[in-house]
């Protein structure tokens, strides 16, 4: 099932210093491109005051065994007396080949920004391999009862930070992570992934990331879901929190 418009409601909006690519893996209804885009604003006045805009898009190439996608999303908000509240953007490309049902390897690379983590620009560049260890998806794709996978790979990083005049940090990390898919029945299911990243040179300096997630489909065409997101870093910069935490209620329209 292919969801073009995802709408967040009750929605805390934080910007996480990882990217979570595993909610971006979809399995190939077809060979060939897929193209999906959305955008949307909003202007509130009255109480509270304040412009948002947000769009996203996604390019997929299907040729099996091989997938290549690119994703990238825009979000920016600004409240009274134009102070800012959110500017972040990335985009993500990543090709996977898949040698068995078991077993794919990947590469990828990634650009970024996050004014609000005093992110100028990170730019990154890993490959790495994925294992299937339980509920392997039979050839239509279909979901088994419980599915989890292990990604190990590494990645070299290149990251600008405003922080007191621009520094720029160059090193290469180790990345890992955990998914677990699991369907109670047809209509509920259970997903969550997390990863863990640390600097090869400095094992102290790591990051984590754990996503989890309820949905419940209403139909076949509408879905609400439930969910948290940790983040926590073990060497931010100097005005940088260790953590952000996140709960999100939301609504699914799949077309």
Known sequence: MNYLLSTLLFANVLALAQVNTEK???????????????????ITTGNSEYVNVASRARFDYYALPFHVFLVGNFEFKEGA????????????????????????????????FDEFKSLVDRNLVGAGARVALLGVRDTSGALAAVETHLGIGAMFEN?????????????VRSTN????????????SFSVVSYFQFDVADSDDFRSLTQANLTFSL?????????VNYFYDNAPEPTVKHYDFEAVNGIVISL
Do not use: C
């Open 24 to 42: 971006m893996r979809r399995r190939a209804s077809e060979e060939g491109a897929q193209l999906e885009a959305a955008a949307s604003g909003a």
């Open 81 to 112: 007396n134009k102070v800012k509240q959110e500017h972040e953007a990335f985009a993500h490309l990543r090709g996977v080949y898949r040698f068995s049902p078991t077993f794919s390897a990947e590469a990828f690379a990634q650009k970024e």
């Open 159 to 171: 990251e600008t930070y405003d922080v007191a005049g621009e520094r720029t940090i160059d090193l």
């Open 177 to 188: 992570y955990f998914s677990l898919d699991w369907r109670f029945e047809e209509t509920v």
């Open 219 to 227: 139909s076949d065409n509408l879905a609400i879901t439930s969910g």
